[in-house]
């Protein structure tokens, strides 16, 4: 884990992994990760489309190719069992 949510409290935050990975996929600029209580939150950049694509994911509406966001899950599970093992340092 490289950066605090403080240092990135204007970041978009999610602790939902397919949530996050779907937003990776339509390309969302992913800017970090950071735990807080021994959870995980995924940053994002702020863009203005947020409100659209969390509307299409939520209401089952949104597309994206399913290999890629399969991809996306496994490298984010990754990125969760790093992050966690660092924070027990």
Not at 30 to 45: M, P, Q, T
Not at 48 to 71: C, H, Q, W
């Amino acid at each position: 884990m490289r950066t605090s949510p403080q240092s990135n409290s204007d970041a978009y935050r999610t602790s939902d992994l397919y949530y996050a990975a779907y937003l990776k996929v339509a390309g969302v600029p992913y800017l970090d990760e950071a735990i807080e209580d021994r959870r995980v939150f995924f940053l994002f950049e702020n863009s203005p489309n947020i409100s659209d694509l969390k509307r299409g994911y939520y209401n089952r509406t949104a597309k994206v190719p399913a290999m890629n966001f399969t991809e996306e899950i496994k490298a984010l599970k990754a990125l969760t069992a790093e992050a966690q093992r660092e924070s027990r340092r």
